[in-house]
């Protein structure tokens, strides 16, 4: 089993619409945890860290139930420059990031 | 406005063939990774580095060796290539390995194909 599990997708939404990422991690000591974006034969970027509390930056929400073991990502009034891969990133230990495989979004007009 | 950059971005390797992937990173950091990309699988830590001079092994780093001479650069070297090395390498730094602060930069990618 991965440490960090997600939903392959892809995800094929419309303009303006609300999509929900998933992940399941395993390693209960986990103590961060991010969500990176991948364009196609680019680079990983940080999209936002997950907080407790559950965190929002503009149509980007983050949620975090650590009892679940379960990080989610919700993207509202999606838009065409969204599609990308979106990864769940687990931080293990103090310095070795976890990375899930990524789910794939594409957002068509 | 360089942040990390990875040399080559692309290379064609036969199978024994030797060669050095370099990274260097102009942001000061004192953190820096090597990871592999596989269709289907995350990101894979093959070595990393906490400071000049000190590299330490990662998830896969069986074929696979690294030096930190200096600072902002970290070299990957794979001695004798295989097949099953042929990926997408990232090159990584962060400032801090704090928790929450772990924030990685991430270097364009080097394709590399073994033969």
């Known amino acids: 089993r991965k440490e960090v599990e997600q939903d392959p997708g892809p995800f094929n939404v419309p303009e303006g619409a609300t999509v929900a990422f998933n992940c399941t991690y395993s390693?209960?000591?986990?103590?961060?945890f991010f969500w990176y974006r991948q364009d196609c034969r680019k680079e990983p970027k940080l999209l936002m860290s997950?907080?407790?509390s559950g965190n929002e930056d503009g149509r980007f929400t983050a949620q975090l139930n650590r009892a679940s073991q379960y990080i989610s990502l919700l993207i509202r009034d999606s838009k065409l420059s969204d599609s990308a891969t979106y990864l769940c990133?687990?931080?293990?230990?103090?310095?070795?990031?976890?990375f899930g495989a990524g789910t794939r979004l594409a957002v068509h007009p | 406005n360089a942040g990390v950059t990875q040399t080559p971005k692309f290379r064609v390797l036969k199978t024994g063939q030797s060669m050095t992937l370099l990274c260097a990173q102009d942001?000061?950091?004192?953190?820096m990774y090597w990871y592999r990309q596989d269709p289907g699988m995350g990101l894979r830590l093959i070595h990393y580095?906490?400071?000049?001079?000190?590299?330490a092994k990662g998830e896969v780093p069986d074929g696979y060796n690294v030096s930190r001479l200096k600072k902002q650069n970290f070299l990957l070297g794979l001695e004798s290539a295989a097949p099953s090395q042929t990926s997408v390498y990232f090159c990584?730094?962060?400032?801090?390995?704090?928790?929450?602060?772990?924030?990685?930069?991430f270097g364009a990618g080097t394709r590399l194909s073994v033969l």
């Open positions: 997950v907080y407790s």
């Open positions: 990133v687990v931080l293990r230990g103090y310095n070795k990031l976890i």
């Open positions: 580095s906490v400071g000049e001079g000190t590299t």
């Open positions: 390693n209960s000591a986990s103590q961060s």
């Open positions: 990584a730094s962060s400032y801090s390995m704090d928790r929450e602060k772990n924030i990685q930069y």
């Open positions: 942001m000061n950091h004192e953190y």
